[in-house]
């Protein structure tokens, strides 16, 4: 049973572009949240999606968005990008008919970094 | 979400019980104590979490006093791939946000 999947692993952007991380689920599980990980730091939250709905979101700008598809898997939006973006982002993924509350399930993450 | 306030660091001897403490005296009724750890370059991966009951699981145990003020995971045997930041995080459940403090860095040692 494949766990969260993210993609890509790595990228290197420049400042003011735009970037698209991308982040499938664990089977059955139907809601799916971003996190961004600055290097020494715990992990923030960004936002969170079901059904399709942003339904919480986190002290971040609306440089960053995001999307849910159908199938479940989501999309993390950065615009414009800054230095300060640099971060690992992480995508976890929770809920589902019948499963049990075991808590989120996180991926490996995606590496950015803004030069 | 309640705040919790974990110690920085700690070692432990490869084969003894580790055993990491965690204050959340505000928490509140509905908030469960949810652990965490996040091994280098890895994402952070679910131990064990409870309400009111201490709760056992194949990776840990979970001990929470009998006023909610705090808990302290226990991992029974410690092993070398058991070093990794380890996060206490009270919360209401999976549809609610996580927020992470600093955590403990737990080092284990030959």
């Known amino acids: 049973d494949a766990g969260v999947t993210q993609s890509p692993t790595h990228l290197i952007k420049t400042r003011g572009q735009q970037v698209t991380l991308r982040c499938s689920p664990k089977?059955?599980?139907?809601?799916v949240s971003w996190y961004q990980q600055a290097l020494g730091q715990g992990p923030q939250f960004i936002f969170q999606?079901?059904?399709?709905?942003?339904?919480q979101r986190g002290n971040f700008p609306d440089r960053f968005s995001g999307h849910q598809f159908p199938n479940y898997s989501s999309e993390l939006n950065v615009n414009a990008l800054l230095l300060g973006d640099s971060a690992l982002y992480l995508c976890?993924?929770?809920?589902?008919?019948?499963?049990?509350?075991?808590?989120?399930?996180f991926g490996s993450g995606t590496r950015l970094t803004v030069v | 979400d309640a705040k919790t306030t974990q110690p920085p660091s700690m070692d432990c001897a490869e084969g003894r019980a580790a055993n990491l403490p965690c204050n959340h005296s505000t928490i509140s009724g509905n908030e469960y104590v949810y652990w965490y750890r996040q091994i280098h370059s890895q994402g952070p991966q679910y131990i064990i979490h409870?309400?009111?009951n201490n709760e056992t699981n194949e990776m840990a145990s979970l001990i929470i006093t009998e006023d909610r003020k705090s808990s302290t995971l226990i991992l029974p045997h410690a092993t070398l791939r058991d070093t990794a930041v380890y996060y206490c995080?009270?919360?209401?459940?999976?549809?609610?946000?996580?927020?992470f403090g600093t955590g403990t860095r737990l080092q284990v040692t030959l």
């Open positions: 089977s059955g599980h139907d809601t």
């Open positions: 976890a993924s929770s809920g589902g008919t019948g499963s049990a509350n075991y808590g989120y399930t």
């Open positions: 995080i009270a919360c209401t459940g999976t549809a609610s946000k996580l927020t």
């Open positions: 409870g309400l009111k």
């Open positions: 999606y079901y059904e399709e709905e942003e339904r």
